[in-house]
């Protein structure tokens, strides 16, 4: 035994038991998501319509999956005892959803949760002015159900890719930003991790091709070239990598209950 093996002991036992806590929370969170997760076959579907929007399939959906989550919230749960709980202890939404919700929430759902969220953070603050201890700010609950989603979308593409149908549509799509594609390509199948990089290497030197010759024709010799295709390239080469910003969520489809809520 080296000098840095814990010893045997009555206090080392809540220390042994740790790597056996750490595996039973890791069961129960794959349980959780496997519940949450959507169901294959709507999955799929989303997945088939998503790769045909222009944008990263993924991007797409989560997004999909915030409006979804916000309408249903705006619509069914503001007074919600467990939502209410959520986002008072978040201190409502982050900057992100806090815009989707201004956009997507009604003037009296906002005001019924930021009454509470205000009267919450006013008492923090007499908590902190009195010396006594304020709970923590929790991570926004839009920003958890997106997580899930994210994850849930991830494991769904890297699974669906295996069937011929998802490997077309994909092929005629415009592909994953680069952040989606890190996370399929770690989780998929060899030949659908192939497929992938062969697609994506392609879309990439396009993209490269173009950003070049946008740096060619900034030069004065090419000045009065016309500019073509290649003038949104910085633009998409930062959707590329990031991943799309949708900006307004258009294109949403119909609201309702997230088949992940
Ligand atoms: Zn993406
Ligand atoms: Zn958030």
Known sequence: MTSQEPQAGPGNAFAALMPRVIAAAARL??????????????????????????????????????????????????????????LRAALGFCRRHATDALRVGTPLGLAIIYEDVATHALSRLRAVVAGRHADRRRI?????????????YTEGLAECLGEPDMRLVYTRGSGLCIRHLDGVVRRTAPAVRRFLVDQEAGRLSDLIADLKELMRKSDYRYAGETVGQER????????????????????????????LL
């Open 232 to 259: 949104d390239a910085p633009a998409r080469a930062i959707a590329k990598v990031i991943g799309d910003e949708v900006g307004g969520m258009g294109g949403r489809r119909g609201g309702g209950r997230s088949v």
């Open 29 to 86: 969170r794959h349980c959780v998501r496997r519940r949450n997760r959507p169901d294959r076959h709507l999955a799929f579907h989303r997945l088939m319509e998503a790769c045909g929007t222009g944008m990263c399939p993924i991007c797409r959906l989560v997004a999909d999956g915030v409006e979804r989550r916000l309408a249903h919230l705006f619509h069914e749960l503001v007074n919600d005892p467990d939502a209410r709980r959520s």
């Open 140 to 152: 926004c609950p839009a920003c958890i159900g997106e997580s899930e989603d994210e994850v849930a």
